[in-house]
């Protein structure tokens, strides 16, 4: 396994990292780079890949080093496969190929870097005889706040508030980074609504997850750890992350109240299917919508129900693509969405 890990760790900053400058280099002033040259290059990109994920360092320069790979770098490295790909058939000189990938890298890292700044609102009406008062209802998941700022979040509180919904709900990785402080939180507790919160994979990649955890009451986070809520005309159920998806079936089959409107809030939408009795609508991120294309083609062989409302009897499943975004700040062939829920009595 773990020469495996290696293996594809050093296949990453090959592909990601240096196969575009390799190309870039050849075709823009006809340099072509040794194989002695070429290992030692991605032997230094993998050791530095290496040493930011599993040492959660807070050194901004290979934060920013590991953001340009899963952003940048993956535009180039995949239209410079393409452009290699196709002028193999077709004749191009080198120094065009060079223009058109550097052209391309652009507009498409633009473009996602603008679609990557946007929130946009959605608004699902619910109707069912189970609740007995209309409510508003805001969910917002995969905020990762680490690779967002909190001037980003600052932004998010402001759209959240304006929207004045009697609850908030937060889907898990709230914080993506060990640099994120409880102070970086701060500016939720404006927010005039509870606010309910459920733990995704992120919060425990953190060191001393366990100390942010317990501080997210001193921002007005109410934290549900596998526990159930009874609100003002409805059941609202909070399922950890930190476990396999049949304990998460177990903690909502125990909490499930069948008598009244009930809404479970679990990041990743796994459990959904594997369920016997389901919620009224279960509430889940996990995924990004992919973020970036084509990635969501690979999510979804993991996650079928990768986006949007899903039904299933007189139960719904709700998959957000997230309001923020992991390693970058792109977008491609998805959204940042806060989502609005106005339940109504039937």
Request: net charge negative; proline share 2%.
């Amino acid at each position: 396994m773990i020469l495996f890990q290696f293996c594809f760790l050093f296949l990453i900053s090959y592909c990601l990292y240096v196969f575009p400058i390799q190309m870039g280099l050849k075709w823009g002033i006809g340099m072509s780079l040794s194989f002695f040259v070429l290992s030692m290059m991605v032997v230094v990109v993998a050791a530095l890949l290496f040493y930011y994920f599993k040492t959660k360092t807070k050194l901004f320069i290979l934060k920013f080093f590991a953001s340009i790979g899963l952003g940048v770098c993956f535009f180039a490295s995949l239209i410079t496969f393409m452009i290699f790909l196709l002028t193999t058939y077709i004749d191009v000189d080198d120094f065009n190929k060079f223009i058109s990938m550097i052209l391309l890298t652009s507009i498409c890292a633009i473009y996602a870097r603008y679609q990557g700044s946007i929130i946009r609102l959605k608004t699902i009406t619910i109707d069912s005889s189970k609740l007995t008062e209309s409510k508003k209802i805001v969910f917002i998941s995969d905020v990762h706040i680490g690779t967002r700022s909190s001037d980003y979040l600052e932004l998010l509180v402001k759209q959240i508030q304006s929207l004045n919904p009697d609850y908030v709900l937060i889907g898990g990785d709230l914080i993506d980074s060990s640099a994120t402080t409880i102070e970086d939180l701060s500016v939720l507790t404006e927010l005039s609504m509870p606010i309910y919160f459920v733990t995704g994979n992120h919060e425990y990649y953190l060191e001393c997850s366990d100390v942010i955890l317990s501080q997210l009451k001193d921002v007005s986070i109410h934290w549900l750890d596998d526990k159930e809520i009874h609100l003002s005309g409805f059941q609202l159920i909070g399922v950890n992350d930190n476990q396999s998806t049949e304990s998460q079936c177990r903690v909502i089959s125990r909490c499930l109240d069948l008598e009244q409107f009930s809404i479970a809030m679990v990041h990743k939408p796994s459990c959904f299917d594997e369920l016997d009795q389901k919620p009224d609508l279960m509430l889940s991120g996990h995924t990004h919508n992919g973020q970036i294309f084509p990635f969501g083609l690979f999510v979804r062989l993991r996650f079928p129900k990768i986006y949007g409302l899903y039904e299933d009897n007189c139960s719904k499943l709700y998959v957000s693509s997230g309001v923020g975004t992991w390693g970058n700040s792109m977008r491609l062939g998805s959204v940042n969405e806060i989502v609005c829920f106005q339940l109504n009595s039937s």
